[in-house]
């Protein structure tokens, strides 16, 4: 939600369906991972993939334990609030493609 709130200020946000949180994690980590680490994307592919197998379990997959949970509340918390911080910080406009 922290990384569709900046799309969202681009007057961007992605398409539902198969492969949408790839799309938000590529558009996110591209721009904002320098001021953001939570939006790195090794970070932000990790905790998009225990999310996935959160609400997908697969029985060969290993079981998420009370430390991945504690570590997905820490990255979400820091992805917050570097987003507030930024948010505050910076005019984000419209996306505006470098060419």
């Given at each position: 939600?922290?990384?569709?709130?900046?799309?969202?200020?681009?007057?961007?946000?992605?398409?539902?369906?198969?492969?949408?949180?790839?799309?938000?994690?590529?558009?996110?980590?591209s721009?904002?991972?320098?001021?953001?680490?939570?939006?790195?994307?090794?970070s932000?592919?990790?905790?998009?993939?225990?999310?996935?197998?959160?609400?997908?379990?697969?029985?060969?997959?290993?079981?998420?334990?009370?430390?991945?949970?504690?570590?997905?509340?820490?990255l979400?918390?820091?992805?917050?609030?570097?987003?507030?911080?930024l948010?505050?910080?910076?005019?984000?406009?419209?996306?505006?493609?470098v060419?």
């Amino acid at each position: 939600m922290a990384a569709d709130s900046l799309l969202a200020r681009q007057g961007l946000r992605a398409m539902g369906g198969d492969g949408s949180h790839r799309a938000i994690e590529e558009a996110v980590s591209s721009q904002f991972d320098d001021q953001i680490p939570a939006f790195s994307k090794l970070s932000f592919e990790q905790f998009r993939q225990m999310r996935n197998a959160s609400q997908y379990p697969e029985f060969e997959s290993p079981e998420l334990t009370d430390s991945d949970a504690q570590w997905a509340v820490d990255l979400a918390g820091d992805a917050l609030a570097g987003v507030q911080d930024l948010m505050s910080s910076v005019e984000l406009g419209p996306y505006r493609a470098v060419s």
